[in-house]
């Protein structure tokens, strides 16, 4: 059974930095892609960003590009996404999200619960 469970959200000042974490298990980590996805108050869901197995590619959001990194530890079945100067907009919950495969597409067939980044001073 495919897990993913989120970890690092909290409430960041405006042009803070936050790092969040993906513990996953369940599957074969080093062959499925990553990603993030976010869920703002009263909003659907949007894609933030993806990294591709194997090869490592990474793809980002023009909302989030130039500030969030994503990256993954093969070793310890772990994704992250180090978020820099954040913003309010940037307010939501970020989720974990995955399918199997090398190559890049937007959606996904599991998500995690999710983990609250809230933007304010």
């Known amino acids: 059974e495919v897990q993913l469970v989120e970890s690092g959200g909290g409430l960041v000042q405006p042009g803070g930095s936050v790092r969040l974490s993906c513990a996953a298990s369940g599957f074969t980590f080093s062959t499925y892609t990553m990603s993030w996805v976010r869920q703002a108050p009263g909003k659907g869901l949007e894609w933030v960003s993806s990294?591709?197995?194997?090869?490592?590619?990474?793809y980002y959001a023009d909302s989030v590009k130039g500030r969030f990194t994503i990256a993954r530890d093969n070793a310890n079945n772990t994704l992250y996404l180090q978020m820099n100067s954040l913003k309010p907009e940037d307010t939501a919950v970020y989720h974990c999200?995955?399918?199997?495969?090398?190559?890049?597409?937007?959606?996904?067939?599991?998500r995690g619960q999710g983990t609250q980044v809230t933007v304010s001073s």
């Open positions: 999200a995955t399918y199997s495969g090398c190559y890049f597409r937007r959606s996904y067939d599991y």
């Open positions: 990294i591709i197995c194997g090869a490592g590619r990474t």
